[in-house]
Structure formats: structure tokens, C-alpha cells
């Protein structure tokens, strides 16, 4: 089993920035890819970043040279620092593990404001 615990989410002017966190713990040797996912109001789930153990990053078209996705590995920590916020950036942002099982976090609020 795995547990993921994300910080880190507010309020934000348009054009701002923020970082979110997730901490890992539990079987977190078996996890091969952590991800950012997001869920606006009224839309379905989408992925956002992920980064694998190896470090190999990835991103939705939506966030590219606006988001980077790191990891801390003595800090069991996956971070999402988000620059330029876009009021439709505005979701509950979830830290998912992806490992024996998929786990998810119990997510992060993150709102932009115009």
C-alpha cells in the first residue's frame, strides 16, 4: 500500500505562481511513475505531468513550459511548480502512485483568479 498526502494549494492571481507537494509513504519502492492530475468543475480527471523513477518527465499540451514536475527522493516528495496560472487552471489537482496498484491522494485545491 501506498499513501499520498498533497499540500501546498490556494488562491493565486492569474499569472502567478505556486507549488504544490506530495509525500509518499508506505511501499513507495514499488512505485514506477507518480503523476499531477486535475479535475475542474464539471470535467473529467486529466492528466497533467508525470515523472517516472528514473526522471523521465512528461506533460499535457495545456501546461507545457508552464509546469515542471520534480522529485525528491530523500524526501519520499513529488513537487508540481506551476508559473503563468491560467484561470482554467483552476481544479483540484491530485498526486497519483503508480506501483503494485494505482494510488491516488485525497487532492489539492488550486485557484486562479482573473
Known amino acids: 500500500q501506498v499513501q499520498l498526502v498533497e499540500s501546498g494549494g490556494g488562491l493565486v492571481q492569474a499569472g502567478g505562481s505556486l507549488r504544490i507537494s506530495c509525500v509518499a509513504s508506505?511501499?513507495?519502492?514499488?512505485?514506477?511513475?507518480m503523476a499531477w492530475y486535475r479535475q475542474a468543475p464539471g470535467k473529467q480527471r486529466e492528466l497533467v505531468a508525470t515523472?517516472?523513477?528514473?526522471?523521465?518527465?512528461n506533460y499535457a499540451d495545456s501546461v507545457k513550459g508552464r509546469f515542471t514536475i520534480s522529485r525528491d527522493n530523500a524526501k519520499n516528495t513529488v513537487y508540481l511548480q506551476m508559473n503563468s496560472l491560467k484561470p482554467e487552471d483552476t481544479a483540484i489537482y491530485y498526486c497519483?502512485?503508480?506501483?503494485?496498484?494505482?494510488?491516488w491522494g485525497q487532492g489539492t485545491q488550486v485557484t486562479v483568479s482573473s
Open positions: 497519483s502512485a503508480v506501483g503494485i496498484g494505482n494510488y
Open positions: 508506505g511501499s513507495i519502492s514499488s512505485i514506477t511513475v
Open positions: 515523472i517516472t523513477r528514473g526522471g523521465s518527465t
